[in-house]
């Protein structure tokens, strides 16, 4: 049986490199649109920024179409939709961006490769690690020649990079990146800072692999306990660590401590993102996992079958992800008769690993 365990953290260089433009005081049309729409992101009321962006996009683009206006409302709209899990709607933003930008900034201008460093954060998030490495990788150095070896933008690149790593089952490589990133986290923005928490739960992540689970629970928790200390109590990034740390109980035979962390996980998630978001599915996952660790296959079977349906209305039919609940669906048909059908999902969970490598 497999086991899920989420990550957050790819997305990172998304949360932190809007640029000045459009969070300055909002004078004009442009400026109060866009800060009006990222107080809307922040407060996970999409649709209102949505509508925002937009009127923020036709403002700049009124400037001309290759502003530095308009790069920075593309910005904005693809951290929108990345929140929504619209990976590859986001980076056709962030590719326009770019573009944008390789025609009015010099080539070494640190925001060329800051950009490259988010579009290669929406590659890791697709599963498309090559890809990821070959943006991330220049711009990691691209940021310690511009900026030096303690900025927070470098430490976004380098964080992605460690995770790049950690998928590809780089465990040495990926501990380098991402401590190395907490450390410039904390010494720049803080201890107690939601970036440091990002990533403390993506190391927390790197020594569950490894079996190291007293380092792993330290580090997961920790990241709880910042995020419950400093964002709201019903925030998404709660949620993010209740439910890693709830897949960590399953793993230690945790149960009654699993159950509680899951349902609270699953019920902010839905009331964030509505009931058809990919990471409500990741939670509906882990609880059908809990159920099924637990041999009550009745609890498990709607739990998986409801994941499958959100993760591939939200992720696509063969996107990796749900490799693993066909698996473990499959388990639950067979164990109740339905070998056949077990075998079609067993055989389309081999074709979707297959085919991402």
């Known amino acids: 049986m497999t086991r899920a365990f989420w990550l957050r953290g790819l997305l990172l260089a998304l949360a932190c490199l809007t640029s000045a433009g459009a969070m300055a ?7 109060r649109h866009n800060a009006a729409g990222l107080q809307a992101l922040q407060q996970r009321r999409f649709a209102d920024a949505e509508i925002r962006f937009a009127a923020a996009l036709r403002e700049a683009e009124r400037r001309g179409p290759d502003s530095a206006r308009v790069a ?14 619209r990976f590859a709607r986001a980076e056709a933003r962030l590719r326009r961006a770019l573009a944008i930008r390789e025609k009015v900034l010099a080539a070494d201008d640190p925001e060329l ?19 990821a490495e070959r943006l991330v990788k220049p711009a990691v150095a691209s940021l310690e020649r511009t900026l030096g070896a303690d900025d927070p933008r470098l430490a976004a690149a380098l ?22 990133a907490l450390a410039i986290r904390e010494a720049a ?16 992540f790197l020594y569950l692999k490894r079996n190291q689970v007293a380092k792993a629970e330290s580090l997961l928790g920790r990241a709880l ?5 400093v ?29 509680p962390r899951l349902e609270s996980a699953l019920a902010m998630r839905e009331r964030a993102y509505g009931p058809a978001h990919w990471e409500v599915g990741q939670t509906l996952y882990n609880l059908g996992v809990l159920h099924h660790f637990q041999g009550d296959l009745a609890k498990a079977e709607p739990y998986y079958r409801r994941a499958l349906a959100v993760q591939q209305a939200a992720l696509g039919p063969d996107h990796p992800d749900l490799a693993d609940t066909l698996d473990n669906y499959a388990d639950i ?25």
Do not use: C
């Open 189 to 204: 923005l803080g201890a107690t800072h939601p970036e440091v928490a990002e990533s403390a739960n993506n190391l927390g």
């Open 113 to 131: 490769a800051a950009t490259l460093g988010r579009i290669g954060a929406l590659a890791l998030r697709q599963h498309r690690f090559v890809e």
């Open 333 to 357: 048909l067979f164990m109740n008769g339905q070998g056949a059908e077990a075998a079609r999902f067993k055989e389309r969970a081999a074709r979707i690993r297959a085919k991402a490598g």
């Open 72 to 85: 920075a409302t593309l910005d904005n709209q693809a951290r929108l939709l990345a929140a929504q899990g």
């Open 231 to 259: 964002l709201d109590p019903d925030h998404p990034d709660v949620a993010e660590s209740l439910n890693n740390l709830g897949a960590l109980d399953i793993m230690l035979g945790r149960f009654a401590e699993a159950a």
């Open 225 to 229: 306990a910042i995020r419950e200390r």
């Open 25 to 31: 005081a909002p004078e004009e049309p442009w400026q």
């Open 159 to 180: 964080n992605t990079l460690g995770t790049i790593a950690l998928m590809r089952g780089k465990l040495e490589e990926a501990e380098l990146y991402i401590m190395r």
